[in-house]
């Protein structure tokens, strides 16, 4: 059995998604997957399901929500037979889950492989590695129970780690030699996320390398104007370097 987050909240059980229920279970979901192999209590879980407004019924609703969220992962657990994977303890749940069963935790596991490579110079297998942790994502984080205060956090986390990772692997391609071929791609990554100085100091590098000097200056010239105009900074020491050495 596995756990999706890095997009709408999923159980998964030999390659098929199991049924949980409506919203709320997803949003149940998400919260015990916020807090796995830790106790919640029950009147955290109230508060952050219903983001702070729970109705009058609200503790007598989230039993219903754990029963039918519990029948979901423990399928085959008979009547009074004690929750293996959900489990009940006194005044709260926990859900039991190995780390390596939740996509998020497979998807950071990668990354940090692919850092590791791109660190020692193996650009060929850091941009795969980087490319088999993007391939785990099939949506935005925690899809559908992001809004809940309880998640938001996590899930802004987790959104910035995936684009820390696809500037990782534009990163990779290019000093694997691959500039021309992800050189649109690093142009609209660049638009998309105009304050990323790892991102633009690479199309800068794609461009130079593609002959296309003046276009690379260029670039620097469009950050330093954004940088002083919106925030009142220099651009950084890294990209004023390669600046330099570009002019050079």
Known sequence: MQFRVLGPPEVVRDGQVVPVGGPKHRALLALFLVRPNRVVSTDWLVDALWDGRPPASAA?????????LRRAVEPQRSPGEPARVL??????????????????????????QAAGALAAGDA???ERGYDTALGLWWGDPFAGAAHLAAVRPEAGRL????????????????????HAAVLAELRQFVSANPVREGARAQLMLALYRSGRQAEALAVYDEARRLLAGEYGLDPGTEIRALHRRILA
């Not at 007598?60 to 039918?68: D, P």
């Open 87 to 112: 489990r009940g303890h006194p005044g709260g749940y926990e859900l039991r889950v190995d780390t390596e069963a939740v996509d998020a935790a497979r998807f950071r596991r990668a990354v940090d």
């Open 60 to 68: 007598t609703t989230l039993r219903t929500y754990v029963a039918g």
């Open 124 to 126: 060929v297998a850091a």
């Open 159 to 178: 959104a910035e780690s995936r684009l820390g990772a696809e500037e990782g692997r534009l990163t990779a391609a290019v000093a694997a030699g691959r």
